[in-house]
């Protein structure tokens, strides 16, 4: 069968990947097409656009590049008819791929399936109105999507969560020690914490430099940089300094030897507390009063990052908008270091957390979903 996947990210990049190795096993006649990333790419079939050509975050530079932003969505549009797959597969990315849905649900009969829900829990639950009309079938990675999404009356597939699958993965045949990982990448033998400043360009502009100020009252550690795809090394030595240093498609490498992480809310909250790594959450705005007052009395949910909304408590201490200060940061890094009054309590209840996701094996789980419903409810005659 013809899968057509779009994703806006690189977490994104990575989840698909694995979904469509996975698709592959259950689908030996699988063929991709896709809006993606060198993962994908990597897993086979035509990468038609990059994700890194179509991430932008925030107001102003979603303003300034809209004529671009319609310029793809309007390819994308005409380039999933021409080619007119078994089935659309969105990857997260609302903004743009429930843009996607309504369009293709309007004007063909190709099944849309939705893999990463939006994440209309949180904001913007009118949303459900277009996924309803829109998406055939929802697969959640979310365990508590599925209470939500049953108050309004839309069943959805929860299949756990990639993360669980890469970071598995990864352990089953990482065996790199400390020293090893230290000197292959030029770094010092001083334990390390890990900063994890984000995958867009804004993010890691609003977070970065605070996070390497906090870190000069820490000169027992060794700051290290968790680079991400498709950002220049030059971007980041604007606000890291000599402060720190940085390793690029290690992620997973360097959180197996972390201390302790910093880390901007988003896919990395839960890939940390995976690795046991004790983490405090860094999320700043320049708008930071305006958000503060947007979350008391706008957002539906207490917490931003996946940890502690999977756990439904605080796991994880969140510094956000203007909460997320240099001191702050000093603060709350000293309770969850070695000797810190929080470590061990975080540690624990991340076993809790690794509890309620559940087994590795959620790729693997929605691919054989979906190729069953293609064939016994979406056959390839009524498309």
């Not at 203007?322 to 890094?333: A, C, I, R, S």
């Not at 693997?364 to 069953?372: I, W, Y």
Request: charged share 25%; net charge positive.
């Amino acid at each position: 069968m013809k899968y057509y996947l779009i994703v806006g990210e690189a977490s994104g990049d990575l989840h698909a990947s694995n979904l469509m190795k996975s698709l592959q096993q259950h689908d030996p006649e699988a063929e991709f097409r896709f809006f993606g990333g060198d993962l994908m790419a990597g897993a086979g079939g035509t990468l038609v656009k990059h994700y890194k050509d179509m991430a932008y975050m925030g107001f102003i530079p979603v303003l300034l590049h809209l004529r671009t932003i319609f310029r793809n969505m309007d390819y994308c549009k005409k380039d999933i008819v021409r080619w007119q797959p078994d089935v659309l597969i969105l990857v997260d990315y609302p903004g743009f791929n429930l843009k996607i849905a309504e369009y293709i649900k309007a004007h063909t009969r190709i099944p849309i399936f939705y893999y990463i829900s939006p994440k209309i829990w949180a904001w913007k639950e009118y949303r459900i109105k277009n996924i309803k009309r829109d998406v055939d079938e929802l697969f959640s990675i979310l365990p508590f999507e599925l209470e939500f999404f049953r108050k309004h009356s839309y069943p959805i597939h929860y299949v756990g969560n990639p993360c669980v699958d890469a970071v598995d993965r990864f352990q089953q045949t990482y065996t790199e020690d400390f020293s090893h990982f230290t000197a292959r990448n030029n770094l010092g033998s001083k334990p390390i914490i890990a900063l994890l400043a984000g995958s867009r360009k804004q993010e890691i502009k609003d977070n970065l430099s605070r996070m390497i100020e906090a870190s000069r009252a820490f000169p027992e550690y060794q700051f290290v940089i968790a680079g991400a795809p498709g950002i220049a090394p030059e971007f980041y030595r604007a606000y890291m300094g000599k402060d720190a240093e940085i390793v690029f498609g290690q992620t997973y490498d360097l959180l197996s030897h972390a201390t302790a992480a910093l880390v901007t809310s988003g896919t990395a909250t839960l890939e940390t507390a995976l690795f046991c790594v004790p983490q405090v959450v860094c999320y700043y705005t320049a708008a930071g009063k305006l958000v503060s007052f947007l979350r008391r009395h706008i957002l539906k949910v207490k917490y931003i990052s996946l940890v502690n909304l999977i756990a439904g408590r605080e796991v994880v201490t969140e510094l956000v908008a203007d909460g997320m200060t240099v001191e702050n940061v000093k603060t709350e890094l000293a309770r969850i270091v070695p000797g810190g009054d929080g470590r061990k309590a975080m540690q624990k209840d991340y076993e809790i957390l690794a509890g309620i996701l559940g087994e590795a094996g959620a790729s693997d789980r929605a691919a054989s979903q979906m190729v069953e419903l293609l064939w016994k409810k979406y056959h390839r005659s009524s498309i």
